[in-house]
């Protein structure tokens, strides 16, 4: 399997523009994870999803940020408008099953964004 | 709520020393313990965990030992090698009801020859 597939490696964008990370989860993996990761803040969990239902989004930090999961392989995450604060390394994890304390999280790569 | 706190770092050693990485919880319940590592580059990806007080976990020549009295879980590893090099992370899951990872902000450690 090729693991957790995120793209793209590195965004570069201005403030005010809208930017959109992607993640192809390992398959069969019933859930997906959106986390963000800042030297401030260390690693933060925006938003999972269970067989492609937003389960909670309670760390989502504003209405500029939403995720989508249209499908078993596929999600995404946007920010619109773009902010420099946002500026972090977004990763995003599955994992076969719900019992989170006998299965682990494979991550992806992340995306490294910068926001000037 | 529960939460993780990790020495800051980074920890800087040369190569054959001896590590440790401190980590300790604070949680409502009996949660169970993992450290993840992440190396330059690349996502976490579980080092070892334990799942209850006393248990042992251990992977690559790392262990840490669950202490429910100090609630600590700390990270050892005898002798340490460049390729060790990473951040460290942290985190529990509590052992009821239905919720997920929380992690530390992760120690960077430094390896050199």
């Known amino acids: 399997d090729a693991g957790v597939i995120q793209s793209p490696r590195h965004e570069v964008t201005e403030m005010g523009q809208e930017v959109t990370l992607r993640c192809k989860p390992i398959?069969?993996?019933?859930?997906l994870f959106w986390y963000r990761q800042t030297m401030m803040r260390g690693l933060e969990l925006l938003i999972y999803f269970n067989n492609n239902v937003p389960i909670d989004d309670s760390g989502m930090p504003e209405d500029r940020f939403s995720a989508k999961m249209p499908n078993a392989s596929f999600s995404t995450l946007k920010i619109q408008p773009s902010e420099p604060r946002d500026s972090a390394v977004y990763f995003c994890a599955s994992s076969p099953g719900q019992n989170f304390r006998n299965e682990k999280l494979f991550f992806g790569s992340g995306t490294q964004l910068s926001v000037l | 709520g529960d939460s993780v706190t990790q020495m800051e770092g980074p920890v800087t050693l040369s190569e054959e020393a001896f590590l440790t990485i401190n980590c300790t919880y604070t949680a409502t319940g009996y949660p169970s313990l993992f450290w993840y590592v992440q190396y330059p580059g690349e996502g976490l990806q579980l080092l070892l965990k334990?799942?209850?007080?006393?248990d042992k976990g251990s992977n690559k020549g790392f262990e840490a030992t669950y202490r429910k009295e100090t609630t600590s879980f700390h990270l050892e590893k005898g002798s340490v090698q460049v390729s060790d090099s990473a951040v460290y992370f942290c985190a529990l899951i509590m052992n009821s009801g239905y919720s997920t990872l929380t992690f530390g902000k992760g120690t960077m450690l430094l390896v050199s020859p």
């Open positions: 398959s069969g993996h019933d859930y």
């Open positions: 334990a799942t209850k007080a006393d």
